[in-house]
Every structure is written in C-alpha cells, then in structure tokens.
C-alpha cells in the first residue's frame, strides 16, 4: 500500500463549487504540505503543517483552506473554485528518521470548468 | 522569501552522455538542497541532496555539486539511460526544523536512444 494517499485522484467541478482534497500518510511524520504544479512554474507551497495544531500559509494560499484532522490526514479546501485553480496538487510528509525529504503522493488533477 | 531559479527548461541528450541541470537561490540561510525526479503520472521522488557543508555528493551515476559563494547547486547525471527521461526539480530550505522548501521550476530530460 501507498504510504502517502490521495483522494479524489481526478475532479472536475464548476466554477464557484467547493472542493475537498484530501490526503492521508501512514508513515507517520509529524509534517505535512500541500503544493499545487502548474506547467513552467514548478511546485509552489500552499500550506502546510508541522504537527496537528500548527497550520502556516504558504507562498499562493489565497483562496484555499486547509484541516489537520489528525497527525496523519491533511484536507485541502477551495472554497470557490475558479478556472485558474486548475492544476495538478500534491500532498506531501516529512519527519523523523527521514528528516528533511519529503515524501509526495500521486497528485489530484483538478479542472475548474 | 526563498528564490530558485532552474535551467535548462527542457534538456535532451543522447543516451549514454552525461546531463547538467543548474540551479541558484537567493537567501543565503538556506542549507539543504535536494534533488527531485518526477516521472510521468507521479509525485516527485528525491534522487539526492545535499548539506551547504559539503561541497559534492556522489550516488552511483549522479553528483550534486554546491557553490555557496555563488550560491549555486548543479544536478549531474553521467551514462544516461533512457529511464532517466523525467522532470527534474531542484529545491532549497533551511534545513531540520524549517522543512519548507522552494522547488526550481523544474527541467524535463529527455534520453535519446
């Protein structure tokens, strides 16, 4: 089994709907990312959290939220969705013995029609 | 914040010869520096990194060397095989206890057979 999951693996939903990626690890570290990767721009860090009561923003958080409902899931919620917030995201664990490499799930292509 | 820059965007080489990626950052606090490999329909894989106190790494076929002065960092892949074709991304953080990287905009190689 995949030690970093991702549900729904692809979406496609309308503009202004609210959406709900989740992600869940078994490898149990303590910190967990989202990032979304569009084509020319690389990863770029939306949130992410270094244990269940700490949520910090990352570089394009606006118009995303996120839920630590537990050491190891991590949800990730747009709100609103709109065309521009298509893209492909990953979630993503670290932690101890592993230290600094993260570990990234499949990813969820998302479309915003 | 964090800046990488990546180059070559894209980059294609005849198996068997060796392949280059550079990458600079900005905030000299930075001190790890990682090596991801993204094949297609996948999340990213780390493939190698480094400290900012060691200057070079070698695993088997690939080298990452580090110029804090010129604060650079460059991917080496020698004997290319064509299950190296992938995007490559580079990234930076502060280390053990700030994980938060920032990824270069990634390279797509290419191994012509």
């Known amino acids: 089994d995949a030690d970093v999951t991702q549900t729904p693996r692809n979406r496609i939903t309308k503009t202004g709907k609210r959406i709900m990626l989740e992600c869940s690890q078994t490898?149990?570290?303590?910190?967990m990312y989202w990032y979304r990767q569009d084509p020319g721009l690389g990863l770029r860090l939306i949130y992410y959290s270094f244990d269940v009561k700490d949520i910090n923003k990352g570089e394009i958080s606006d118009g995303y939220s996120v839920s630590r409902q537990a050491q190891a899931k991590f949800s990730l919620s747009l709100e609103s969705a709109i065309p521009n917030q298509t893209a492909l995201y990953f979630c993503?664990?670290?932690?101890?013995?592993?230290?600094?490499?993260?570990?990234f799930g499949p990813g969820t292509r998302l479309t915003v029609l | 914040g964090e800046n990488v820059e990546q180059h070559p965007s894209t980059l294609s080489v005849q198996e068997g010869d060796s392949a280059v990626i550079k990458c600079t950052y900005s905030d000299s606090a930075s001190n790890y520096f990682p090596w991801y490999k993204q094949e297609l329909g996948k999340g990213p894989q780390l493939i190698i990194d480094i400290r900012s106190n060691v200057g070079e790494k070698k695993d088997q076929r690939i080298a990452v060397t580090l110029n804090k002065t010129a604060k650079h960092f460059s991917l080496h892949i020698t004997e290319t095989q064509p299950e190296d074709s992938a995007v490559y991304f580079c990234a930076a953080s502060k280390g053990f206890g700030n994980e938060k990287l920032t990824f270069g905009t990634g390279t797509r190689l290419t191994i012509i057979p």
């Open positions: 490898k149990g570290h303590d910190r």
């Open positions: 993503a664990t670290s932690g101890r013995p592993a230290g600094n490499e993260q570990f």
